[in-house]
């Protein structure tokens, strides 16, 4: 069993920063490709971003690459989410989840999921 805890969200302005977290409890983390989805209000959950569990490749959702970035630490069984120059349209509910030993590149790989933080960009 894993547990996923995100935390790190809030309001930001437009062209702001923020850094989501999720730490990770129950199995061992360095198993897990680790992923970012994210759900806006009448919207299905989209793929964000997702870093492999072996090899360290990063990989993004086009509508994020080369502002949000995906790192993790192990020691800390931690997943961050970076997100730089954020706009309106990525306010949405940001999850983690767990994909055990896979590529994490489709959304039935992931066996784990988060409760979600709450990201809102304002104009």
């Known amino acids: 069993q894993v547990q996923l805890v995100e935390s790190g969200g809030g309001l930001v302005q437009a062209g702001g920063s923020l850094k989501v977290s999720c730490v990770s409890s129950?199995?061992?983390?360095?198993?897990?490709?680790m992923g970012w989805f994210r759900q806006a209000p009448g919207k299905e959950r989209e793929f964000v971003a997702a870093?492999?569990?072996?090899?360290?490749?990063?990989y993004y959702a086009d509508s994020v690459k080369g502002r949000f970035a995906i790192s993790r630490d192990n020691a800390k069984n931690t997943v961050y989410l970076q997100m730089n120059s954020l706009k309106p349209e990525d306010t949405a509910v940001y999850y983690c989840?767990?994909?055990?030993?896979?590529?994490?590149?489709?959304?039935?790989?992931?066996?784990?999921w988060g409760q979600g933080t709450q990201v809102t960009v304002s104009s």
């Open positions: 129950g199995r061992p983390f360095s198993h897990y490709t």
């Open positions: 989840a767990a994909a055990y030993r896979s590529t994490g590149l489709a959304e039935a790989q992931y066996d784990y």
């Open positions: 870093i492999n569990w072996r090899s360290g490749s990063t």
